[in-house]
Every structure is written in C-alpha cells, then in structure tokens.
C-alpha cells in the first residue's frame, strides 16, 4: 500500500504544481484575481489546473477502491502512467490545446481501468467469492 | 462496505459522463478549448460537471466517514439518492437553469446527512461511549 | 483518528458554506446560471469557493495519509490551522483579493507539511524500517 501512497503524494504534489503555474501566469500575463479569463495563455493554464482537478477527483477513489480489492503495485503502476499522462497533457495544451488528446487518454485510461478493477472485485465481494 | 464502494465507483463514473457530454456539447456548439464561455446551452453542461465536481468532493469523505461509524448499508441508500438526485439536477439544468432545485436538494441532502452521522460518531468515539 | 474525521467534517462543512454564500451572492449581484461572470463581487465569492474546492483536494488524502504513518492527533492541529487560514483567506478576499496572500499561505503550508509527513512515512514503510 505504501506504492499507492506515494502516488498519491506525487499525484496531490503535481496538482499543486499546475497551480502554482496558474498563479505565475497571472503575473505574466497580466490576469487580476477573481478574473480567469483575458488572455488565452492564462487560460490554457488555467484550465490544465482545472482538468487536473476533475481526474485527480476521480483518480484518488480509483486507485484505492482497486487497491483493496486487487494488487496494489499493480494499482500504483497504473497511478504513475496517470502522471506521466498528466506530464504530457499539461505541456501540449500550453503550446496548443487542440493537441491534448493523447495526454488526457493516458491520464483517463489508467482511471477507467482502476475503476473497473474496483468495480470487479466490489461485485465478487457482494457476491461472496 | 462493499456496497458504499460501489455507489462510489458510480458516483465517480457519473461525474465521468457528465465530462463526457461537456465535452460533447464542446463540439456541437463550437467552444474551443480553453474558452468555457460563449454559449449559453454549453455553459449549463460545463456548469452541471463543475458543481457534480464540488459535491462529489463532498459527497465521497461523508460516505466514508459516516461508514466507519453508523450502518454502511444505510450510508450506501443515501449514496443512491445522491445519485438519483444528481440525474435529475443534470437533466433539469440543462433545460432550464431555474429549475435546478429539486435535483441539486436530492443529492445535497444525502450529503448533509451522512456529515451528520459521522460527526456524531466521531463526537462519540471522541467522548469514549 | 476520530480527532481528524471531525477535522474532515468541518472542512467539508465550511467547503459547502463557501458555497452556500456563491448562491446568496448570485441572487444579490444578479448573476444568473449557468454564468459566473459579471460583477466582480460575485466572481470572488465564486473565487474562493473555487480555490477551497482546489485546497480541500488536496487536504483530504494528505491528511489521512500522515495520520496512518505520524501522530494523528498532530495532523488533526494541522488540520485546524488550514481551517483557520481558510477563514481568513475568505475574508480577505472578499474585501480585497490582493490581500489574499496571508490566509492562502496558512492554509497551504499545513497540506505541504501533511504530504511531506506522509511522504517520509510512506518512503519509511517501502524501506522497511
């Protein structure tokens, strides 16, 4: 479980780094708090923070749900191809968001897998075998 | 426990669809990323996934909590009517903003009452009876 | 643990507060849904809403991660200071967000201290000592 752990740590800390982006792209560009709209840069950061904040919602229960029905190294392998997707998500969607599908697949897909995994074994539990 | 992991798997994969259609709606209303702005029927999809967002925050530690300390069965229900309540805020919300309340109360209320329920257990474990 | 379960709670009550007051501004300042823009007021209640909804992300797992490896109780007096530096940084905001730094940095650093526990427990347990 300890793997799982550290995924989830790295995973929280990555979150926390797309956000400290968001706030150095208001300096740059000149985006005054409450607003998050006005320069299209900005908002290209701004919304890898966003997206990251809706899959790292979902990531968390998938991976611990599956965690504790199947192999957690399994789980945690799973967890880093989530960062690694969200890696590649966050730097083409600054250069062009029109390119982010393969990093949001590869940060969907291990999500979807986890879910299913936990799905499964919650099923078998109920069914008691 | 079985059962509230599988309303949570729902939850999670409910809150998935609802990304789903905002990015749907994306494409046929002509909202290109990163801009979340621009038409009003795109709005109300992105605006359901975002409070779906808030709320299943909320909606999975009162699960849990409330899990540990009261009947994970009874926990499990109300994860349902959640659910249930959360379909209804999406269908509503997308005709007609307005209409919302009764969707957005149904699975409001079950998180209230799972918040409840484990603060009172945990006062209880706390106070030692 | 029942110390941080009533720390959770709280934090997902004055999360659901904050959200409760985005609703009160609406009908003040006349920002009808699905908008969230439109009157600066409005958008920084929405604001800190947001950001609570970003922050609570990652209290949660950090705080339950540290408890399972450090002192408990500890994690729960961090905890308390997130809340507080979470009042603050609403009050704040509110008034002026320039001056958000002060309740942003109290509420912050308590999850950076919650992960960095965790993450030296975690990395403990996988060296096995």
Redesign the interface.
């Known amino acids: 479980m300890?793997?799982v752990?550290?995924v989830?740590?790295l995973a929280?800390?990555q979150?926390?780094v797309f956000?400290i982006k968001v706030g150095g792209a208001r300096g740059r560009y000149g985006v005054?708090?409450?607003?998050?709209?006005g320069n299209?840069i900005f908002?290209?950061y701004?919304?890898v923070?966003q997206n990251t904040?809706?899959l790292?919602?979902?990531l968390?229960?998938?991976l611990y749900?599956c965690s504790?029905y199947l192999n957690p190294l399994w789980c945690a392998v799973l967890g880093l191809v989530y960062l690694v997707g969200r890696e590649i998500y966050a730097a083409t969607?600054v250069k062009d968001?029109?390119k982010?599908g393969l990093g949001f697949a590869l940060s969907m897909f291990p999500?979807?897998f986890l879910?299913l995994g936990?799905?499964v074994g919650?099923?078998r539990?109920?069914a008691g075998f």
């Not at 005054?32 to 709209?37: D, G, H, I, R, S």
């Open positions: 300890a793997y752990d550290i989830t740590i929280v800390l979150f926390i956000g005054k708090a409450p607003a998050t709209t299209e908002e290209r701004f919304r923070q904040l809706e790292l919602l979902c968390l229960p998938a749900l504790r969607y968001p029109a982010r999500i979807l879910l936990a799905f919650a099923l539990r109920v």
